[in-house]
Structure formats: C-alpha cells, structure tokens
C-alpha cells in the first residue's frame, strides 16, 4: 500500500470525487477534550472538504464532551455514560457486547470506513470491522501507548490490522516505523490543521504587563509547575493558565506559595482558547514530547509567537528565531532565560511570521483535504484487492 501523502494534494480523478463520498464511521472513546477530540470535530463538521459523510460512534463518561460533539450538529450514535479505568477498557476490548455494538453501528450507518483515533479504540475499532470486511483508517495522535506497559496487551495485533495510519507528525510516524517497521508503507503524516477563522490574527494587550499563556491539559506530562516556578523569577511578567486537570489544586498551592499568585490568572476549561491568546504577548508549552501541539498551531494562528521544548514535533513547527524560541533541554533555568529574552524581542514581527507558518502548512482545509486523499486512497487499494 502506498504511503499517505504528507502535504495536501488534490483528489486524483477516479477517487472519491467521482462516486459518493464514503460514509465514514469515527469511533471515540474518551473522557478528555484534547487534540485528538477537536481534529474529530473539525474533520467531521467539513463534509465537503473532507471528502466523506461522517458519523460518530462515541462512548465517554464525560457529559460536556457528549455535549461539545452533539453541538457540532455531526451525527453521533450514542453507548451512553462509560466507564474507562482498566477493568473497562479490557472488557470493552475483548468483551463480546461492545463489539457487536459497534458492528451494529457500522451495519447501520452503511459504513465504507472506520477511522479511529484513541488508544481505547484501537482493538475494538479492528475487532468490529473485521466482522464486516471493513478498511480501518487510525490517526495516531501520540505515541504515549507505544511505552506504556499497561497498553502492551494487542498493540501489536491492533497496529498490523490497521489498513493505514495517519500520523499528526514526522516525529510521531518515525516512532511509529522504529517499534514497527513492517509498518512503513502503511505510515503517512497529515499535520492537524487550525481554523484560521476562529483563531485570526489579535491585536496585543494594550498598556498591559508582559503576559504570557499556557492552554493545556494540566496533567504531569505538560508540566504546567515549571511555568509557574518561572514566573517567579520574572517579576514583571502575568501569567494566564488557561485548562483544567488533575494539577490545578496543586498549581493554585504552589502560586500561593511562591507568592505569584497574584500574577496568574486561572480560567478552567474554556471552549474558546483564543481570548488566552489574545490577552498574552507569547504563548508556552513545557510538554514532554508533545506529538505535535494543537494548542501551539492554535497560539501561533493567532498571531503569537511560541516558547516550546525542542522534543517530539514540535521543532516541525515552531522554527527557533522565526515563529518562535525553542528551549533546548527541559530545564527550569533555559526556560526562564527564554522568557526573559521573549520580554525585549519584536513578539509582533515574529508572531506574523507564525501566522503566515499555519496559513501556508497547517490550515485547517489543508488538513481535511489530506484526509478527503487519504480516505480515497484506502478504499481504491481495498477495491484493486478485491478485484
């Protein structure tokens, strides 16, 4: 099978275009709203430049999740509230009654397709298509199951039962190849893409402090303690933290502590990131091997320039002096230095220069057309074998 196309390129004549776009059935198990939850939303909600008709098969116990999909107006067949600790996961995995749900699912949307996106899906979405002779289309978003031992059970089995895997970053799909070289020809990077409507270019704070923001999951492995230990020694500088996680308490303890707390604004989870950027000058993300980063492609859309780690895929879009300063090593003390050279640069030369980075590679049309590529290209390799 050949490999994904990793830029966008028109539909090729005898593709999708010419037929009726392939019903393509998403399966998500989730509880968080991530990246891998919002590419679902902006994949789905663009029909046209996807190339397919979209339904969701959506099992997650987090009910503004439930509500976000729902809004979208995309077609969602709903398991109901779910539990996702282990014991869940392997039964739903393995079991006999989830799997016939979404058999059922896939027989009654007339699905072409399954695409799925999270680790939870894996086997379950290969398992239910299997039944019914179905290509399967997985985006990886990360690659934090590939080390985890607990996710060793079937990953092997799931990935060499996966018709073609859309990888969010050369660096997630050159992981990928190492753990599984068989896998090669089946590996194609599409970068998630940004609405450049939504997030347009802002105007900087006027008569303001030099303000950054952090939007993140506040979970360990983004490190959100790191930027507040920094505030505390740029005492010019705001803050604004702008998600919610299992960190928070601990993050609102340590600002009190470090007597920052009077520089850091908390919002929570909040559905429209853009106003976190549009308060700040620059925007951070301190993750540990960040896939890629949504968040950052976001920032940048609108104009700012980022501050990032140069690990995972982030170095692929944030160029160190032009759109951005990447942070060589994930240490505390680089990481201020960084913040303190970000107060006296020209931010505004350099957060057009990230702006015009996502309208050229990363919009959010580029995107669905790679997908509208990928999703024809699987199905004519299906039929060329079947004939």
Not at 89 to 113: K, T
Not at 162 to 189: H, I, K, N, Q
Request: one cysteine or more.
């Amino acid at each position: 099978m050949n490999s994904m196309p990793r830029t966008c390129s028109p539909i090729p004549s005898g593709h999708v275009a010419q037929h009726r776009p392939p019903n393509v059935v998403h399966v998500v198990v989730a509880g968080d709203i991530g990246g891998a939850e919002r590419l679902l939303l902006d994949i789905t909600t663009r029909p046209t430049a996807s190339g397919a008709r979209h339904s969701i098969a959506l099992m997650t116990p987090n009910p503004r999740l439930r509500a976000l999909v729902v809004a979208a107006g995309v077609r969602v067949v709903d398991r109901g509230p779910v539990h996702l600790h282990p014991p869940a996961y392997l039964w739903r995995a393995f079991g006999p009654q989830d799997v016939r749900w979404l058999e059922n699912v896939l027989r009654a949307e007339q699905a072409d397709l399954v695409h799925v996106h999270t680790y939870a899906t894996h086997i379950l979405g290969v398992r239910a298509a299997r039944r019914l002779s179905l290509p399967v289309l997985r985006t990886e978003h990360g690659v934090h199951h590939y080390t985890d031992p607990s996710c060793a059970l079937f990953r092997r089995w799931a990935l060499r039962r996966t018709d073609s895997v859309v990888c969010v970053s050369d660096y997630v799909r050159r992981f990928v190849e190492g753990r599984a070289p068989a896998m090669a020809t089946r590996l194609g990077v599409i970068r998630n893409g940004v609405d450049e409507s939504r997030f347009s270019p802002q105007p900087f704070p006027p008569n303001a402090p030099f303000t950054f923001s952090l939007v993140c999951r506040l979970e360990p492995w983004k490190q959100p303690d790191l930027v507040v230990r920094a505030l505390a020694q740029l005492p010019d500088c705001r803050l604004i933290i702008a998600g919610d996680g299992s960190m928070r308490k601990k993050l609102e303890t340590m600002a009190v502590q470090l007597g920052v707390s009077h520089r850091i604004r908390f919002t929570g989870y909040t559905p429209n990131p853009a106003d976190a950027y549009a308060a700040s000058h620059v925007s951070l993300n301190t993750s540990r091997d960040e896939p890629l980063g949504l968040s950052v492609l976001e920032a940048m859309a609108t104009a700012r320039p980022v501050i990032a780690f140069s690990g995972g895929g982030i170095p692929e879009i944030v160029h160190d002096g032009q759109t951005g300063w990447l942070v060589p090593e994930q240490r505390l003390d680089l990481l201020v230095a960084t913040m303190r050279h970000a107060t006296t640069a020209d931010v505004r030369t350099l957060g057009l220069k990230a702006r015009a980075f996502v309208e050229q590679d990363c919009s959010i049309d580029t995107m669905c057309r790679a997908y509208a590529t990928a999703y024809a290209d699987l199905l004519d390799t299906r039929a060329a074998g079947r004939g």
